[in-house]
Nanobody, 122 residues
Framework: QVQLVESGGALVQAGESLTLACVASGSISSINNVGWFRRAPGKQREPVAVITSGGRTVYADSVSGRFTISRDNAKNTVYLQMNSLNFEDTAVYYC????????????????WGQGTRVTVSS
């Protein structure tokens, strides 16, 4: 199996930067894409950024140009560098990994971390 642990969430002021980290353990070799999602207060969870096993990245329009997702395979870690933070970025940020482990339901295993809270004060 795979476990994910996020860290780096904090209270920051608008305009500041923050870097989140997602450390994976377990069956690392089974991990394909890794993404960051967020859930703002009163809103549904939404995708923020994803990085494929080949290093291709995709961003939500709301963060494109401000956020950067990267992965350090030697450290089993995926980062989310967040610049120019604004109030709308306030949310709990979750790391998600899609694996090639087939489950009994016939779907590939998808793993979530516990989340890390980012609060941006205006």
């Amino acid at each position: 199996q795979v476990q994910l642990v996020e860290s780096g969430g904090a209270l920051v002021q608008a305009g500041e930067s923050l870097t989140l980290a997602c450390v994976a353990s377990g069956s690392i070799s089974s991990i394909n894409n890794v993404g960051w999602f967020r859930r703002a207060p009163g809103k549904q969870r939404e995708p923020v950024a994803v990085i494929t096993s080949g290093g291709r990245t995709v961003y939500a329009d709301s963060v494109s140009g401000r956020f950067t997702i990267s992965r350090d395979n030697a450290k089993n870690t995926v980062y989310l560098q967040m610049n120019s933070l604004n109030f709308e970025d306030t949310a709990v940020y979750y790391c998600n990994a899609k694996t090639n482990i087939m489950t009994t339901t016939g779907r590939y295993l998808e793993v979530w971390g516990q989340g890390t809270r980012v609060t941006v004060s205006s």
